[in-house]
């Protein structure tokens, strides 16, 4: 048996979590700091602020935009519900666009659907592939970029995380890197996004709980907005700071997984597209016998997955107007796509287990 995924945890995350268990302080504290300082820096931005999901810092990162009613989000379809949702959330209209042949999003697509209402456009860099955040920028347009398969990437000489107004990342238990199951991190640049997101990913309090109880500090405090409940806890953080820590190591696997793939099964399917900075999240080939190739997988007893069904295919999007054969190369793709089982500690033995499976 290959699982699709199993997360990198060694003794050191195990540790460090035990220690947080021991200490005393468990919910959002000193290790949030510690962990958001560390992320910030290993990122190269201002500020790092840690939540529980990706999906909530799309929806605080919209939500310190003023994104509202009367407004436009415009997001790619091919991508994961979250990007959706979290416009609903808010009261605004998500406003779907196609892809190119790399999955990604770029600024052609983005004023196809573009309309004086347009208040913000989510990038996704899909798989791990940088979407080109500067060109969408370019256009006029405040960008969130979901970076929740992009850790750590790059698009040419700069980091992605660095690139739009604020960024998402996701430390969910599939991605590359975990805080234990579920977590997440908003970086930008820009101090009013991050003063805003920190005061309501915490019932738009004016100080947390750390503040108010750590030594010396002051019990005092206000409530400023009606906020949410979107912060991460010292025990997520404790076992984030080791896996940030260990990020290279694990990329470094992952960047030696593609390339065992790409020999094995090169004229077998479409390899994935690629560009220098790839992360490496999904490993996702291109074929017409994807019910064949999977049938071989499941019979080997390895876990494969696809990235994705497009959002405009699925019932609740359809009921927001849109209808299968809006965007053809989102289906194109998405009908020939099968994403194979890429984590850290896979052994070449496995990965050539797969590459036999496929070749069938
Ligand atoms: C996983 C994922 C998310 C959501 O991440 P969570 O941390 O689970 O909220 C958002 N966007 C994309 C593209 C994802 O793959």
Same mark, same amino acid.
């Given at each position: 048996m290959i699982p699709f995924h199993r997360p990198s945890i060694g003794e050191a995350e195990i540790e460090a979590a035990v220690a947080v268990l021991r200490s005393g302080w468990l919910t959002s504290g000193p290790k949030v700091i510690e962990f958001e300082q560390a992320f910030a820096d290993a990122i190269g931005v201002e500020h790092a602020v840690a939540v529980n999901s990706a999906t909530a810092a799309l929806h605080l990162a919209l939500e310190a935009l003023g994104v509202g009613p009367g407004d436009e989000v415009i997001l790619p379809t091919? !991508?994961? !519900?979250a990007c959706g949702e979290v416009v609903a959330h808010l009261g605004a209209k998500i406003v779907l666009a196609d892809v190119g042949e790399d999955y990604l999003m770029g600024p052609r697509q983005v004023l196809s659907v573009a309309? &004086?209402?347009? &208040?913000a456009v989510i990038a996704v860099h899909f798989a791990g592939l940088a979407a080109n955040v500067p060109a969408i920028s370019g256009l006029g347009y405040a960008v969130i970029e979901d970076a929740a398969h992009a850790l750590? =990437?790059?698009l040419g000489d700069e980091k992605?995380?660095?690139? #739009?107004n604020a960024a998402a990342f996701s430390f969910y238990a !599939? &991605?590359?890197?975990?805080?234990?199951?579920e977590g997440g991190m908003l970086t930008t640049d820009d101090a009013l996004i991050a003063d805003r997101v920190r005061m309501m990913r915490?019932?738009?309090?004016? =100080? #947390?709980a750390w503040d108010r109880? #750590?030594?010396?500090? &002051?019990?005092a405090y206000s409530v400023e907005e009606a906020g949410y409940k979107d912060n991460l806890t010292d025990l997520a953080a404790a076992i984030g700071i080791v896996q940030l820590r260990r990020l290279g190591e694990m990329a470094a696997a992952r960047r030696r997984i593609a390339a065992r793939y790409d020999e094995g099964l090169k004229g077998v399917v479409d390899l994935p597209p690629r560009r220098p #900075?790839?992360?490496?999240h999904l490993y996702i080939i291109g074929t017409d016998r994807r019910d064949t190739v999977m049938g071989n997988l499941t019979m080997a007893g390895i876990g494969a997955s696809v990235h994705?069904?497009?959002?405009?295919?699925h019932p609740y999007y359809q009921r927001l107007g849109y209808a299968k054969g809006d965007f053809p190369n989102a289906e194109r793709l998405s009908r020939r796509s099968i994403s194979l089982p890429i984590w850290p500690d896979m052994s070449d033995a496995q990965v050539d287990e797969v590459i036999a499976a496929v070749r069938g």
């Open positions: 091919y !991508t994961f !519900t309309t &004086k209402r347009t &208040k750590p =990437a790059m992605v995380g660095s690139l #739009g !599939t &991605k590359t890197m975990t805080t234990g199951g915490l019932h738009g309090l004016s =100080a #947390g109880y #750590g030594a010396g500090n &002051k019990w #900075g790839h992360s490496w994705v069904i497009p959002l405009h295919l």
